[in-house]
C-alpha cells in the first residue's frame, strides 16, 4: 500500500456497515485512479459477513489510489481509497510541450467520454457522475514503468469480468454473480436473455455447459502421419479435493453457531402434530380478498400461532445478559426467518411481528422472503432478533435439532407436512401432519415452560380457531 502524504489527500476507511462486524470483501470497484468523484457518490461494493453493500464516499475529488484489488477482504478501519481534493477536477492540459523533467505519473485515459454504469444491489443500472481526466499532452515516455506501478490493471476477480480498458458492467443481481463466481464464469461472455439485458441464473448455466463435441473432421486423402502418441491416462488425484475460503456469511454464521453451542445449554422437545384443518384454513385464506396479492402459506400461521402462543408464555421471549447476570424479557417479538440463500444461511427479522394483523404478517414475510433470495438483505435486518422460526420441511425434512440464533431464547424447527395415518375421532385416516422441534436456551427457559409453549404451539395448528379465542 502507497503512503499518501500530500495535505490535500484524503484517505477514506473500510466503515463498519453492521454493527459489530471487523471485515468487509471488496467486490466491485465503480471507479479507477483519476476519475472524479463528488460527495456521497457510490464507489464501490462490499460484501460482509450479513450483506453485500454499496458503499458512497464521503468527498469530492480526483481518486488518486485504490489500496485494495476487488476481491480482497479488508479490515475495518482500513484506508481502501485515497481522493484527491484539492481541486476537486483534472488540471487543464498545459499549451506548450511538457518540460523533459521527472513529474508524477500521468493517470490512465478513458477509452471513451461517457461515465461508468454502476449497478446497485439487486436493483439494476443507476447513473453515475464519474468522468475521467482528460489525456495529458505527449507524456514522457520515461515514466512508463511509473505509471504502470500506480495506475493497477483491473483483471478478472470475483467472476465480475473487469478487464483493463473501461467498460460497461454486466447486469446480473448478486445471486447471480456468486453462481456465476462458483461456475468460473466470466458474465462479460454471457448473452444476456433478462428483461433489460439483465442476466439470468439459466444464462449463467447455458454459459457453464460444455460445448457439443464438434463432428469429427473427415480423414485426408494422403498417407497417414506417424502414429501420435498416446498421452498418459489423466491423474484424478489432484481433484479429489476443493478447498473453498471460509469467508462473508459462511464464516460469520460458523462462528456464530460455535458461539451459541458453546455458551448457551440447548435442549430440544419435540412434537408430532395434526395440522389438517390448519392447511384447509390457508387454502381459505388464499381465497380472501384481504389477501389478494399476498403469499398465504402454512408458514403464515405458524409464525401467528408462534407469536399467540408468546403472548401466552412471554418468559420465553427473552435473553441472558452474562455480563449484569440478568434475564431481560422482551416486550416485542422480532421474528427471525431462516432463509437459505445463495450467499449462505442468513436469518432476516421482521420487527415487531407482534403488532401486526395477519394480512400485514403476509406481507412482511413476503417481503423478507424475496429480499433474501435477490442478495438485498440488509444488516439492520438480520440484528436483534428476538425467536426464530426454520421451515426444514420445505427440504422434505421431517424434523431437526436447531441451534439457536446468538442472543435469542428459542427457535422452532417445523418439518415436512405430508399425509399419515392418524387417529380422527376414534378412527384410522389419513391426515395431514407434521413434527415440531423446539430448541431454547435452559438458561432462560425450563422444562416446564418450554413444554408449555411447544403444546400452545401444536394446539394452535391443531385447532387454528384458538388464533381467535387465545388471542
Known amino acids: 500500500m502507497t503512503t499518501m502524504t500530500n495535505a490535500s489527500v484524503r484517505e477514506f476507511k473500510m466503515p463498519d456497515v453492521g454493527e459489530g462486524l471487523t471485515e468487509a470483501e471488496i467486490l466491485k470497484w465503480y471507479v479507477q485512479p483519476g476519475d472524479t468523484v463528488t460527495d456521497g457518490q457510490v464507489v464501490c461494493e462490499v460484501e460482509t459477513a450479513k450483506a453485500a453493500v454499496e458503499l458512497p464516499i464521503p468527498y469530492t475529488g480526483v481518486v488518486s489510489e485504490l489500496h485494495f484489488p476487488e476481491g480482497t477482504t479488508v479490515d475495518v478501519g482500513t484506508s481502501i481509497i485515497a481522493v484527491d481534493v484539492s481541486g476537486g477536477a483534472a488540471p487543464a492540459a498545459a499549451p506548450e510541450a511538457p518540460a523533459p523533467v521527472a513529474e508524477p505519473a500521468p493517470e490512465k485515459p478513458a477509452a471513451e467520454p461517457s461515465a461508468r454504469q454502476p449497478v446497485l444491489v439487486g436493483y439494476g443500472v443507476a447513473t453515475s457522475s464519474t468522468r475521467r481526466r482528460p489525456r ?35 447486469l446480473a443481481k448478486p445471486p447471480v454473480r456468486k453462481l456465476a463466481k462458483d461456475l468460473g464464469v466470466d458474465l462479460a461472455t454471457v ?12 444464462d449463467v ?18 498417407t497417414p502421419a506417424a502414429p501420435v502418441p498416446v498421452p498418459a491416462p489423466v491423474s484424478y488425484d489432484t481433484a479429489r479435493e476443493t478447498r473453498i475460503p471460509v469467508k462473508g456469511v459462511r464464516k460469520a454464521t460458523a462462528a456464530a453457531m460455535v458461539g451459541s453451542a458453546f455458551t448457551a445449554p440447548h435442549v430440544t422437545e419435540f412434537v408430532t402434530v395434526d395440522v389438517t384443518r390448519t392447511m384447509k384454513l390457508v387454502e381459505e385464506l388464499k381465497q380472501d380478498k384481504e389477501f389478494t396479492g399476498l403469499r398465504v402459506s402454512p408458514l403464515l400461521l405458524i ?19 452474562e455480563a449484569a447476570q440478568e434475564i431481560v424479557v422482551k416486550h416485542y417479538v422480532n421474528l427471525g426467518i431462516a432463509a437459505a440463500t445463495p450467499r449462505g444461511l442468513i436469518v432476516p427479522n421482521v420487527k415487531d411481528a407482534h403488532a ?11 417481503e423478507l422472503v424475496s429480499t433474501a433470495r435477490e442478495g438485498r438483505t440488509s444488516p439492520s435486518a ?11 420441511g420445505v427440504f422434505g425434512v421431517d424434523t431437526g435439532t436447531p441451534i439457536l440464533n446468538p442472543g435469542e431464547s428459542a427457535i422452532l424447527a417445523v418439518g415436512t407436512i405430508k399425509l399419515q395415518p392418524w387417529v380422527h375421532k376414534g378412527k384410522v385416516k ?40 387465545w388471542a
Do not use: C
Not at 454459459?207 to 473432421?217: E, H, I
Not at 409464525?303 to 445478559?321: F, G, Q, T, Y
Not at 401486526?356 to 413476503?366: F, R
Open 191 to 202: 448473452t444476456p436473455s433478462g428483461p433489460d439485458g439483465i442476466i439470468t441464473r439459466e
Open 136 to 170: 495529458k499532452a505527449a507524456p514522457d515516455t520515461a515514466a512508463a514503468p511509473a505509471r504502470q506501478a500506480s495506475a493497477p490493471v483491473r483483471t478478472e476477480l470475483n467472476g465480475y469480468g473487469a478487464t483493463a480498458a473501461p467498460q460497461e458492467r454486466p
Open 303 to 321: 409464525a401467528k400461532a408462534l407469536l399467540v402462543a408468546i403472548r401466552r408464555n412471554p418468559e420465553v421471549n427473552a435473553s441472558w445478559d
Open 205 to 222: 448455466h447455458a454459459a457453464a455447459a460444455p460445448a457439443p463435441a464438434a463432428p469429427a473432421p473427415e480423414a485426408p486423402a494422403v
Open 382 to 392: 438480520m440484528q436483534n432478533g428476538t425467536v426464530t422460526i426454520t421451515n426444514v
Open 356 to 366: 401486526k394483523t395477519l394480512p400485514q404478517l403476509a406481507e412482511s414475510l413476503g
Open 430 to 469: 389419513p391426515r395431514q401432519v407434521t413434527t415440531l422441534a423446539l430448541s431454547f436456551d435452559h438458561r432462560l427457559i425450563d422444562g416446564e415452560l418450554g413444554s408449555k409453549f411447544l403444546a400452545d404451539v401444536a394446539a394452535i395448528l391443531e385447532q387454528p380457531k384458538r388464533l381467535i379465542s
